[in-house]
């Protein structure tokens, strides 16, 4: 491990166990953020997986280790606390977008360990065959699905003109794997239609990558899990002009109140953008919180409307001290 890893963890360890640590997260709130619990921590490890992406040996490890240093709470107990608080920092789990895998391999986990979660859907792909772009695109430039339809990506690619990326054939597997990071990052500027047509040349994959209906209605019922929205078609609401706007948190919203008993009342910025006219338009459709991505600890302070979050990436997960390294800095005054 590298020493700067190691001074990290250590620091981080240290502020969990010190009294200075455990004053400075009194009475205060931690909020992480997820996605995708996949069925296998080396899958998870790769770079263009690893920020999005934690496998189940890692999230476990995580789980048991917040329960040793944290009350594991619902989002609700921290935005909206009782008085009866203990002593223990609090922490909710959140997990965005709505994969088909927190239900097979994330939930499984979480009642093991009784950890409360919330997840965020994106409405439109609930229930739906409708695909997120970086999975289809990065997976099949990958070539999780052969090498068939990675060639036909890249011959497509090429046919309009649209850059390929370099170095895709180099022998090494986490270099290969970086380079298709950087790629895929690039990819976010284009336009969201160019982002559907590419996804549109992927073959499809034999299960949806969205959950449906019932399997949200099925995790609700378990009282361990609550929903909110994250957007109807994840489109990054700064973008939109303010009829689109008012019509993606309505859609997203009234999804939910058909899918779900009890949805959240809190929204969840796609990507973590947001800004004022944004805020104003979720705040005039009734949720009086919503999340971004800006990491620090909530303290019943700052905006309700920008709530920060910290994200778990594989790597944090397989090591929470560096974890606790970042709530530190995000706790310090
Ligand atoms: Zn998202």
């Known amino acids: 491990m590298a020493i700067k890893q190691l001074i990290k963890r250590t620091s981080g360890w240290l502020y969990l166990n010190s009294s200075v640590g455990r004053n400075q997260l009194h ?9 995708r619990v996949l069925s296998n921590d080396r899958a ?15 999230f476990e490890h995580l789980l048991v280790w917040l329960r040793k240093h944290f009350d594991c709470v619902p989002l609700m107990e921290i935005l909206q606390p009782n008085a009866l608080r203990t002593e223990r920092p609090q922490v909710a789990l959140t997990f965005d977008d709505g994969w088909r895998d927190n239900a097979a391999n994330a ?15 994106s409405t439109d792909f609930i229930g739906s065959r409708q695909r997120f772009w970086w999975e289809s695109i ?70 949806p990558q969205a959950l449906d209906w019932h399997q949200v209605r099925a995790m609700e019922s378990s009282g361990l899990v609550r929903f ?11 973008g939109l002009d303010d009829v689109r706007l008012g019509e993606e948190i309505s859609r997203s919203r009234d999804a939910m109140f058909n899918g779900c008993n009890r949805p959240l009342p809190v929204y969840c910025y796609p990507n973590g953008d947001n ?40 790597r944090t997960a397989r090591n929470p001290e560096l974890l606790s390294w ?8």
């Not at 009475?27 to 996605?35: D, E, F, N, S, T």
């Not at 998870?44 to 890692?58: F, I, M, Q, T, Y």
């Not at 090429?158 to 990326?165: F, L």
């Open 107 to 121: 939930f499984p986990l979480l009642q093991k360990h009784q950890v409360p979660a919330s997840i965020f859907l």
């Open 138 to 207: 990065g997976e099949t430039l990958w070539g999780s699905h052969g090498e068939k339809p990675r060639m036909h990506l890249i011959e497509y690619l090429q046919s309009i003109h649209h850059p390929v990326p370099v170095l895709l054939d180099d022998i090494d597997v986490d270099r290969r794997s970086l380079t298709l990071l950087h790629y895929l990052q690039g990819l976010k500027a284009l336009d969201p239609m160019m982002l559907e047509r590419l996804t549109d040349e992927c073959p499809q994959e034999s299960q």
């Open 228 to 238: 909110g929205p994250h957007g109807a078609s994840h489109a990054i609401l700064t």
């Open 27 to 35: 009475g205060a709130g931690v909020i992480l953020m997820l996605h």
């Open 326 to 333: 970042r709530i530190y800095r995000g706790a310090r005054p």
């Open 44 to 58: 998870a490890d790769l770079p263009h997986r690893n920020e999005l992406c934690v496998g189940p040996k890692a």
């Open 275 to 314: 800004d004022e006219r944004v805020r104003e338009q979720i705040a005039h459709h009734d949720f009086p919180f919503a999340l971004g991505t800006g990491s620090g600890i909530y303290r019943g302070t700052g905006d309700p409307l920008n709530l920060p979050r910290f994200g778990v990436s594989q």
